[in-house]
């Protein structure tokens, strides 16, 4: 499944010329001009990176990144600045509030994608490899979970439900509750709630 990418710029020509490169460099991706439009895709789709200018109509760039970085949903979303304000002072606001890299314009569209394509690689790693429980180092009550089995307990442990599991992860709801079936039955636990208590008391101890 490719990588779903949403562009925001009020430059309408540059923001479709980009749309459609990246599309033909193998990812999904959405355009819209304005924070309003940009929220709809977000209420809408799971996406994995964000490149947005600074100066856009009634919120700026920045305040964009320092809401979506204050929402569970989205904190851990790469966002790149692409964007005239160049000046030093203004990267360095840029990375202050969380956003993972800054392009100035004019810009080398090989250059943004070399760096979409890094931050992409580097996220599905750690969110893979280093946000989620380690339960191999546990040696009571082990029970061996897979990688995604692992990644829905963490989630389920920070509120998620099962709905918001499937817009997180892009996966049926169907599916995620087949998944949660199979860890009650890992777990010999009877719903939610006794599944949870048993990996805080179990795996999240410290």
Request: with cysteine.
């Amino acid at each position: 499944m490719a990588f779903k990418v949403l562009i925001i710029d009020d430059d309408i020509d540059l923001c479709y010329a980009l749309k459609s490169y990246l599309i033909n460099k193998g990812l999904s991706v959405f355009a819209v001009h304005n924070l309003k439009d940009a929220v709809k895709v977000l209420n809408y789709e799971y996406l994995d990176l964000i490149v947005s200018d600074i100066m856009l109509p009634n919120v700026d760039g920045y305040k964009l990144v320092e809401i979506l970085k204050s929402m569970k949903l989205f904190n851990q979303l790469p966002f790149i600045f692409l964007t005239a304000k160049g000046l030093t002072k203004d990267k360095i606001h840029g990375y202050d509030i969380g956003c993972s890299a800054y392009l100035s314009k004019p810009f080398n569209p090989d250059e943004l994608l070399s760096i979409i394509n890094n931050l992409l690689n580097y996220s599905e790693k750690q969110y893979d490899l280093h946000q989620f429980i380690d339960l191999s180092k546990k040696n009571l009550n082990f029970i061996e979970f897979s990688v995604k089995e692992q990644i829905i307990v963490n989630l389920a442990t920070q509120g998620f439900m099962n709905k918001e599991l499937g817009n997180y992860l892009n996966i049926n709801i169907r599916n995620i509750e087949k998944y949660v079936s199979k860890l009650l039955s890992k777990t010999k636990t009877n719903n939610r709630t006794e599944l949870l208590i048993f990996i805080l008391q179990n795996y999240l101890s410290t």
